[in-house]
């Protein structure tokens, strides 16, 4: 067995100053046993702090104070392994239930559990995976992997996303005070709202969230190909491809027309690829447009509803990010003075 050093750039030392790593096994080619993945916490020097074979991910790690990280890391450990049986009790009988009543009548919706119990993969790396013989089906916890990964990458993006564009229209508000306006004009005056047909309509709205996703790609590394890793965050703020204004300056008109992301997509279409939130090309986000538009109606009403304010204490409102289970969010939850607007104001 090999194994393949993550988090080297950490740097994390111990009390002792003893320099720690999450370190992830490879299986030797042909070995024919072991885990797929299991992990081993260890100092860099080789010395074992612990190890577990039942390992879903290598953790992306927060460092902490030295002394912690050892602590933090198995904390996120047994956050990791705990939460994966909850889900396989959660979502096992539900998929169970739905191989069971699969009829073979083809009537009714096709859904993402359904493709994955269609799906034949190869029996193992080695075997010709061309023929029929060779492959399976997926096993139920590998099911309950993927459903996992697909539910939980996708909300925490989405998630991560609603909380950057209001912690910049809280640190903006001129930007917030502008999108109020855009929305209040946009709103059904009985009721107040903006239907879900209107939110795509709205170019402030649109602008707001591109320049959330340019500035804070929830996914900021994308990987093409096994050597090839995208930098997202880097691509939407390069000087070189934004060059109106300084890059790291949050400033949504620069999706509005005559702006020089005018025509900017969340997916790079045929152009230039100025920004990649989704990535890009035969492996972009399926999910791209209905993120934009559950991005859309949580900030349009948060921002409808509610003014947005830097918090009374010290009035800042602190942008770094951290990586989290799947996606980059904002290192300390977002803190901000929330007041409902008056009647008045909502007309
Ligand atoms: C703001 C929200 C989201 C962001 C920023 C985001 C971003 C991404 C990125 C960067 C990728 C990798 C694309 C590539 O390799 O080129 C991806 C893949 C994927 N996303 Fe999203 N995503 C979001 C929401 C969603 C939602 C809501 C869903 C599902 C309903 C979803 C489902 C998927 C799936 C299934 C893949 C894998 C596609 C493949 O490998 O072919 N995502 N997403």
Redesign the pocket.
Same mark, same amino acid.
């Given at each position: 067995m090999k194994t393949e050093h993550e988090g080297r750039k950490g740097g994390s030392r111990n009390a002792e100053g003893r320099k720690t790593c999450v370190t992830r096994y490879v299986p030797e080619p042909g070995s024919g046993s072991g885990p797929d993945v299991a992990a081993r916490l260890c100092f860099s020097d080789g010395g074992i702090i612990g190890e577990r074979d039942d390992a879903i991910l290598p953790l992306r790690h927060r460092c902490r104070a030295p002394g912690e990280v050892e602590a933090a890391h198995w904390r996120q450990w047994r956050y990791l392994v705990t939460t994966r049986r909850r889900l396989a009790k959660l979502f096992g009988p539900v998929i169970a239930a739905r191989r069971r009543s699969r009829g073979g009548d083809g009537v009714g919706i096709s859904s993402y559990v359904d493709s994955l119990l269609d799906l034949r993969v190869p029996n193992n790396a080695d075997a010709d995976g061309e023929s029929p013989s060779n492959r399976r089906a997926l096993r139920d916890d590998e099911v309950v992997r993927l459903v996992w990964e697909?539910l939980g990458?996708?909300?925490e993006? =989405?998630v &991560?996303?609603v909380e950057w564009a209001l912690a910049r229209l809280v640190t903006e508000p001129e930007v917030q005070k502008k999108l109020h306006r855009e929305l209040i004009a946009a709103g059904d005056q009985r009721k107040g709202q903006v239907s879900d047909e209107r939110l795509q309509d709205l170019p402030y709205l649109r602008a707001v969230i591109l320049e959330s996703?340019r500035l804070h790609?929830?996914?900021p590394m994308? =990987?093409?190909e096994v050597r090839f890793l995208f930098n &997202?965050e880097e691509i939407g703020r390069d000087a070189k491809a934004w060059t109106d204004t300084d890059p790291d300056e949050f400033r949504p008109e620069r999706f509005l027309p005559g702006g020089e992301g005018e025509d900017v997509s969340p997916v790079p279409e045929d152009k230039e690829i100025k920004m990649?939130?989704?990535? &890009?090309?035969r492996?972009?986000?399926?999910? &791209?447009g209905?993120?934009m538009i559950? =991005?859309g109606c949580f900030v349009a009403a948060l921002v409808r509803e509610f003014e947005w304010a830097p918090p009374a204490d010290d009035g800042s409102v602190d942008l770094t990010a951290i990586n989290a289970l799947f =996606?980059k969010v904002m290192a300390s939850l977002l803190r901000a003075r929330i007041t409902a607007r008056t009647v008045q104001s909502q007309s």
């Open positions: 697909f990458s996708s909300t993006a =989405v &991560a996303c996703l790609p929830p996914l994308i =990987v093409c &997202a990649m939130p989704f990535g &890009a090309g492996r972009h986000c399926p999910g &791209a209905l993120s559950h =991005v =996606v």
